[in-house]
Each structure stands twice: as structure tokens, then as C-alpha cells.
């Protein structure tokens, strides 16, 4: 990992025609600090660090959030559905899986895999009897790398705004968004 210098932060941001003050206030650190950073005279922490970088990618346009990727329609069941409301929305969607939600707020996840070998009977029991766990949730400023780390391990992450559910992103969101 390449850190950058003062001198090439100090240089960026002349670049991108920032004042410190402005960099400051997007970083959420103080002036005072930037100008202190630019001029070798601390080093900053490395979380202090990649805030500042972050404002600058974002100046520059290449930071891509939450809020940028995910689909605001979530297509959702909800815990007391019946199992074969569940399979209706994944047909009728052509998706795999679907969120869980309650009250808007994601509680478990349910997909095609869950509900092999399900026999006729079962399609009428509820959701929250056959569901895995909820899709990891992140902000809407949560950033693509955050999104892609987390998709590694999951089929979609839910972006949360205080808690209720307002969107979804799943790997193809990514893929569409990065090709």
C-alpha cells in the first residue's frame, strides 16, 4: 500500500482546485490539521489519513457509494408470508433470493436454495420458518470496495437509513455499474 506524501496530498488538492478549508470540511478534520499535514509537521493517523484521501477521490468523482449502486425497489417478503408468496415474487422477479423484511427493517434472507425439497405442504408455512440470516446492511456513503468485500461472502448487502431498509445491491449492481 502506497501511502501518499504531503507534498502529493498538498499537490492533489491544488489540482482539484480545493482550499484546506474546503478539505477539511469534507475530510471532517480541521484546517489547522491539513495545512499542519501538508506541511510535514505531523503525521496524521492512518484513519485521519484515508478520510483526507477519500475527500479527494470524492472531488475528483471517483469514490462510488451505496447510494450511487442499490435499487430502491427492494422486492421483499415478509416473515409471516406463506412460502409460496415467496417463491410468486422470485418467479415473478426472476431473482434467487429476497430479502426478509418487517416493518422495513431486514430481519432474514430467503432464497431458491432454502426451499429444495419443499414439499406441497410446507408452501403454505411461514417464511420465518425456512429464512437464513438478513443480508448485511451498510449506509448509503458506504464505498464500492466496502460493497464488493462484503459480497464476497454474501448474495446482496441491504443499505439502511436509520435502520428501515432503502435499497439493495447484489454483484450484478456492481458489475453494471463498474463495466
Keep these: 500500500m502506497n501511502l501518499p506524501t504531503p507534498q502529493d496530498l498538498r499537490e492533489r488538492r491544488i489540482d ?4 484546506q478549508s474546503t478539505l477539511a470540511e469534507r475530510a471532517g478534520v480541521s484546517q489547522p490539521l491539513i495545512a499542519r499535514i501538508e506541511g510535514g509537521d505531523v503525521d496524521p493517523r492512518l484513519s485521519t489519513l484515508r478520510r483526507i484521501v477519500e475527500a479527494l477521490d470524492e472531488a475528483e468523482g471517483g469514490i462510488v457509494r451505496a447510494e450511487d449502486l442499490m ?7 415478509g416473515p409471516d408470508d406463506a412460502i409460496r408468496e415467496a417463491v410468486k415474487e422470485m418467479d415473478e422477479a426472476a431473482y434467487s433470493q429476497l430479502p426478509v423484511l ?5 430481519v432474514g434472507s430467503i432464497s431458491q436454495g432454502d426451499l429444495v425439497g419443499l414439499d406441497a405442504e410446507a408452501r ?3 417464511v420465518v420458518e425456512h429464512m437464513a440470516e438478513s443480508f448485511p446492511t451498510v449506509s448509503g456513503d458506504a464505498t464500492v470496495d466496502e460493497i464488493s468485500n462484503l459480497l464476497q461472502h454474501y448474495k446482496a448487502v441491504m443499505v439502511t437509513d436509520t435502520g428501515e431498509t432503502v435499497g439493495i445491491i447484489t454483484e450484478a449492481d456492481v458489475a453494471a455499474r463498474l463495466s
Design 16 to 19: 482539484l482546485e480545493l482550499t
Design 71 to 77: 435499487n430502491t425497489d427492494v422486492i421483499h417478503v
Design 124 to 126: 403454505d408455512e411461514p
Design 102 to 106: 418487517q416493518n422495513g427493517i431486514p
